[in-house]
């Protein structure tokens, strides 16, 4: 793959892939009816953000993005453009299982940019459980937080609740990510598989033995 690009709506809507869809889908009810044609607008945006690729005898072919890249490389466009978006309008922006089918370096460049001068009053709040997210070269302290579970409750932990010369001595230059991994900093959920395996086998012929 060469390069990503955006093609003129024109070209878009005179293309044999948007007829095509046309033909064989409900897409025209979106573009027709009042209520939806937002949702259109956004499937013809999504339509004309393009990937360059090598074809035969060193032709160009430009593919949808959306229907030929891969769920990272679409999940990775799409969220850089809402990040871009919140930073220029200052807006909150709510991010669920953030690092889910990206590459660690991408979603640190994501943070960066986030992170970055150009950021005047805008919010991101996100979840992941990509450990090497937890640096001090990305975050302070202030602003990673834990979720705790157990049994009987959900509790958030932020990490600026350790402070320096505490029992954990956790200072703003720390070392997160080998803290957290090596359980400093909160207990890490049981990943005994073994056990589960046996307590399911025994389950299992326990339900056996009851039939």
């Known amino acids: 793959m060469e390069k990503r690009d955006t093609v003129p709506e024109e070209e878009l809507y005179n293309s044999d892939l948007y007829k095509s869809l046309m033909e064989n889908s409900n897409v025209e009810e979106l573009k027709n009816t009042d209520d939806k044609k937002e949702s259109f607008k956004s499937l013809v945006d999504l339509l004309r953000v393009t990937s360059v690729y090598k074809g035969r005898n060193g032709t160009r072919v430009m593919k949808p993005s959306i229907l030929f890249d891969s769920v990272g490389t679409n999940k990775f466009i799409v969220l850089a453009m809402h990040i871009i978006t919140a930073l220029l309008e200052d807006n909150i922006l709510l991010i669920d299982e953030f690092d889910s089918s990206l590459h660690h370096?991408?979603?640190?460049?994501?943070?960066?940019?986030?992170?970055?001068?150009?950021?005047?009053?805008?919010?991101?709040?996100?979840?992941?459980?990509?450990?090497?997210?937890?640096?001090?070269?990305?975050?302070?302290?202030?602003?990673?937080?834990?979720?705790?579970?157990?049994?009987?409750?959900?509790?958030?932990?932020?990490?600026?609740?350790?402070?320096?010369?505490?029992?954990?001595?956790?200072?703003?230059?720390?070392?997160?990510?080998?803290m957290y991994v090596e359980e400093k900093i909160v207990p890490l959920p049981d990943t005994d598989i073994y056990q589960v395996i046996k307590e399911f086998s025994s389950y299992g012929e326990k339900k056996a033995d009851t039939n």
């Open 105 to 178: 370096k991408l979603t640190r460049a994501l943070v960066i940019l986030m992170n970055s001068e150009i950021n005047s009053d805008a919010q991101f709040i996100m979840t992941s459980h990509d450990v090497k997210l937890l640096s001090p070269n990305l975050f302070r302290k202030d602003q990673i937080n834990f979720i705790l579970r157990d049994d009987c409750k959900v509790e958030i932990v932020s990490l600026d609740d350790f402070k320096a010369n505490s029992n954990k001595d956790i200072r703003s230059n720390s070392n997160f990510e080998k």
